[in-house]
């Protein structure tokens, strides 16, 4: 008994069936005091009515008349009434079943006749004008017998009530403790190191079968987080261990090297350059963790998003044409967004950078800004190889490099960031096929300058979605 109280599950069936039993109880003892009552008003309301009737006759022909009414109810058949009527002294003048002189008004009394059995009687005493009383009783042990009766159906009904409710409790409290040792069982697998269990889910959909689906898909979203830490870590050692292997082989170069200066030196320059490309690894990655986990927004401002662009290609455009490629800049009039300038410009920079690194000698790189709606539209695309159908879902992951020798630069982190910048503002981010090329598209909220809020309808703007690129070209985040 103690193991069951000390479940929830059966407390909470216990309380709910403990609750139904006292709500019961009250409306059987409301019942039956109302029918109690009711049967008393007609049965008091019946003698009530026999003394008026009496009192007409004695109004309409004096004592002679009630004599004779008496006699006649008397030896009425199947009448429940006894009758007795006293002088003004209190003598007897008509008396049945040794019903006593009583004071005007209602009274109960055992009775006990000689030769007759007990009863227990219930009258009305009335004065009449000439100072006699009329009495007229009526027998109770009927209605005793009912009340009894009703008493007694009600305790056998409340009885069979927490019979059933104690069997209902039972079950109840077992269906209960059977759905949540589900989620129990699966959450200590999980403990265990058993990522791959699920709560069983039904198809009834009710609130276990919901809160089920629901705790399975935060489930899905912690082993696909435990997934990506394990790639990431797996990835940042892959990325690191090569810079560490030649940043250990200059220093080892340097020290059983000869001791002129020169080749100190240049030992010393190639430590450094791998030194900063682990700092940079390492810097993008903290950048990274900064744009999805801080409160940004509140260093938010309008950023006029097509000056920007302007900006970012008077910037680059030198560097596009030294590799060999040609960067046009189209921008139509303001455009205002809500955001952090400098992110903005390092989003832009990075695809930038991507098409830069990623495509052939000869490619054309085009960046413009269009206004559709709530939206400010940022287009960067390429002529270059593109990127295949089958890496679509992964351009924008951590890390993830198309170039499985890993012998370009980079270390897979531009997309994520463009990315999380683009999330942190709200924003969509669209991949997709420029025949030939990539093109790149951010749709920002747009803000209204006067009053800086963020227009209605921008929710557009805010899913991110990667729509699927062509097939066969070699171009990676």
């Not at 002294?89 to 109960?108: I, N």
């Not at 749709?443 to 979605?465: F, Y």
Request: glycine fraction near 10%; aromatic fraction near 6%.
């Amino acid at each position: 008994m103690r193991e069951l109280w000390r479940s929830a599950a059966y407390r909470l069936a216990f309380g709910y069936t403990a609750l139904c039993a006292v709500a019961v109880l009250a409306t059987g003892f409301a019942v039956y005091y109302a029918a109690s009552a009711m049967v008393w008003r007609d049965f008091d309301h019946a003698i009530t009515e026999e003394v008026t009737g009496l009192k007409r006759e004695y109004g309409e022909g004096g004592l002679p008349d009630l004599m004779d009414a008496l006699t006649r109810h008397a030896r009425r058949p199947g009448n429940p009434y006894r009758y007795a009527l006293f002088d003004r002294g209190g003598g007897v003048v008509v008396r049945q079943s040794s019903l006593p002189d009583a004071v005007p008004g209602w009274s109960e009394a055992r009775l006990e006749p000689s030769g007759q059995p007990s009863w227990h009687a219930r009258f009305f005493a009335e004065r009449l004008p000439d100072g006699e009383t009329l009495i007229v009783a009526g027998d109770t042990s009927e209605l005793d017998r009912l009340r009894d009766r009703l008493f007694g159906a009600l305790a056998i009904g409340f009885i069979i009530i927490l019979g059933l409710g104690a069997a209902g409790t039972i079950l109840f409290g077992r269906h209960l403790r059977r759905r949540l040792e589900t989620i129990s069982t699966t959450a200590e697998a999980i403990m265990a190191g058993d990522l791959r269990q699920r709560v069983s889910v039904g198809p009834s959909g009710d609130e276990f079968d919901r809160a089920g689906a629901s705790l399975n898909a935060m489930l899905d979203r912690i082993a696909q987080l435990v997934e990506n830490l394990r790639q990431v870590s797996s990835d940042v050692a892959h990325d690191l261990r090569t810079p560490l292997q030649r940043l250990r082989s200059a220093i080892e170069n340097g020290l059983s090297g000869t001791q002129d200066i020169v080749p100190l030196r240049d030992a010393l320059e190639l430590a450094l350059g791998q030194s900063d490309a682990m700092l940079a690894l390492f810097e993008a990655i903290l950048r990274i963790c900064e744009v999805e986990t801080s409160g940004l927004r509140d260093r938010f401002e309008p950023v006029d998003i097509a000056a920007l662009v302007r900006r970012v290609c008077e910037m680059y455009g030198p560097a596009i044409e030294d590799g060999g490629r040609t960067l046009a800049c189209d921008s139509e009039g303001a455009v205002l967004v809500l955001g952090d300038r400098e992110l903005l410009i390092q989003m832009t920079t990075n695809l930038l950078d991507n098409a830069l690194l990623h495509t052939p000698e000869g490619t054309e790189v085009t960046v413009s800004t269009q206004h559709g709606g709530a939206c400010a539209r940022l287009i960067i695309a390429d002529t270059g190889p593109g990127v295949p159908e089958r890496d679509r879902d992964r351009i924008t992951q951590r890390f993830v490099r198309l170039d499985r020798a890993r012998t370009t630069t980079g270390h897979g982190l531009g997309l994520n960031l463009v990315a999380a910048i683009t999330a942190a503002h709200h924003g969509q981010l669209v991949i997709e096929d420029n025949y030939p090329g990539l093109r790149a598209t951010i749709s920002l909220p747009i803000v209204d300058e006067a009053s800086r809020v963020v227009s209605s309808g921008s929710t557009s703007c805010i899913t991110m979605n990667i729509v699927d690129p062509p097939q066969g070209s070699q171009e990676q985040g």
